[in-house]
């Protein structure tokens, strides 16, 4: 199993709709997750950070499930600036701070 | 407040060249993690300094190598390049203990020929 991994897209959805994505992770001892956005030739930048409760941030709401080793992000009301890859990241545990990248997933909002 | 700036924005070598990228924190940040991203693929962690040391490495060979400034910027030195290491450059800063919220620059794309 890939350290993290995502399913590549694109998700091709319409203004207004609700879309969700899955991410897996492989280290169990994995303490803290993360979800960024980039858009095109642009760099990362954070989204939003998922910690054991979950949490959500306007449409955005991000799930964690310790049992089944994933995490989710959840975008209701779709934009059009929605548009780009969103990409998951795990934090290693340990005192230097380590994160991994998922491969991203490429969303697509269309009027 | 100054974000995370990077240097070159765009550089062109061909192989067996060798290349040195630079990188300016954020304002108040001190560790610096620098990152490749090739087309289609996530960002791969290189390696981080703190302290102007190298304190973790990911999975890349000697050939890159890198260097901490007492003023908290860095370089990323690469060696004898190859085709393969054309991609994007990332550099991200962050504060030692927060190092969980990560400031990306804009990178610098290399490509080799």
């Known amino acids: 199993r890939k350290e993290v991994e995502q399913d590549p897209g694109p998700f091709n959805v319409p203004e207004g709709a609700t879309v969700a994505f899955n991410c897996t992770y492989s280290n169990s001892a994995s303490q803290s997750f993360f979800w960024y956005r980039q858009d095109c030739r642009k760099e990362p930048k954070l989204l939003m950070s998922?910690?054991?409760s979950g949490n959500e941030d306007g449409r955005f709401t991000a799930q964690l499930n310790r049992a089944s080793q994933y995490i989710s992000l959840l975008i209701r009301d779709s934009k059009l600036s929605d548009s780009a890859t969103y990409l998951c990241v795990r934090g290693d545990s340990g005192g230097y701070q380590k994160v991994t990248f998922g491969t991203g997933t490429k969303l697509q909002v269309i009027p | 407040d100054a974000g995370v700036t990077q240097s070159p924005t765009h550089l062109i070598k061909t192989r067996g060249q060798q290349v040195t990228l630079r990188c300016s924190p954020k304002?108040?940040?001190?560790?610096v993690s620098w990152y490749q991203q090739a087309l289609g693929q996530g960002p791969q962690f290189i390696f981080q300094?703190?302290?102007?040391?190298?304190?973790q490495r990911g999975n890349f060979p000697d050939r890159f190598s890198g260097h901490q400034f007492p003023n908290y910027s860095s370089e990323l030195n690469v060696n004898a390049l190859l085709l393969g290491d054309s991609a994007l450059y990332l550099c991200a800063s962050s504060l030692a203990d927060y190092q969980e919220t990560q400031y990306f620059g804009p990178g610098t794309r290399l490509l080799v020929l």
């Open positions: 998922v910690y054991s």
């Open positions: 304002s108040g940040h001190d560790t």
């Open positions: 300094y703190y302290e102007e040391e190298e304190r």
